[in-house]
């Protein structure tokens, strides 16, 4: 990873709560509250892979194009996300309900390390891209097809809902040994007032390239 490349990663620990705001702001007024993930879901003892699952290599560093979960019916265009003036991560544009993005300066899915890919819940008009994220359970599918023409298929290790407040930013973003994938969208519960308070992440290793 380049030293811009690593100085971007820094700054974005700890802007959880920067982009739930954002969320939240831009948020449905509908008060359709979406799926949370239950305890069922979490990690037993600390972050994890899911045991039994297969762990595939590492693949080079390619842009993704696209990410697929069936389980949920998923199947988006991915764009690139940067950083905003105060830091924290852009988000993808608030009228477009089916687009993913991910973190340009960080690891690509597939690659080694932590790849950070965000979607919004809502809108105004109703459910967006990750609506349905918290009901995902572990051992789901998550494809991301990419530029070099490889699809890298990720397994769920775990889901897990946080308030705003209590965000993990070393859990969430820390490096990996391993190709690892967070999904993150806003949850943790409704108020008409506030908006979400917090946000569902899911965490997923690769195990397969097609």
């Known amino acids: 990873m380049s030293q811009k490349a690593q100085k971007a990663k820094g700054?974005?620990?700890?802007?959880?709560?920067?982009?739930?705001?954002w969320l939240i702001q831009n948020g449905s007024a509908t008060q359709l509250i979406p799926p949370q993930p239950s305890t069922a879901q979490a990690f037993a003892a600390g972050p994890q892979l899911q045991p039994g699952s297969p762990v595939a290599e590492p693949l080079r560093p390619s842009a993704p194009v696209r990410i697929r979960i069936p389980g949920i019916d998923v199947d988006a265009p991915m764009?690139?996300?940067?950083?905003?003036?105060?830091?924290?991560?852009?988000?993808?544009?608030?009228?477009?309900?089916?687009?993913a993005g991910w973190y340009k300066d960080g690891v690509p899915p597939g690659a080694k390390g932590t790849a950070i890919v965000a979607g919004h819940v809502d809108n105004a008009r109703g459910p967006s891209v990750f609506y349905a994220l918290g009901a995902l359970k572990k051992g789901t599918a998550v494809e991301v097809v990419r530029e070099d023409g490889r699809t890298a298929v990720f397994s769920i290790d775990a889901i897990e809902v946080y308030e705003s407040e209590d965000f993990p930013d070393q859990r969430v973003y820390g490096d990996s040994p391993h190709a690892s994938l967070r999904l993150i969208t806003c949850g943790g519960g409704f108020n008409k007032e506030t908006g979400y308070r917090g946000n569902v992440v899911a965490y997923a290793h690769l195990t397969e390239v097609r």
């Open 79 to 99: 764009m690139r996300l940067g950083l905003g003036a105060d830091g924290s991560l852009d988000v993808p544009p608030a009228g477009n309900r089916n687009i």
């Open 11 to 21: 700054w974005l620990v700890g802007i959880a709560v920067l982009s739930g705001i």
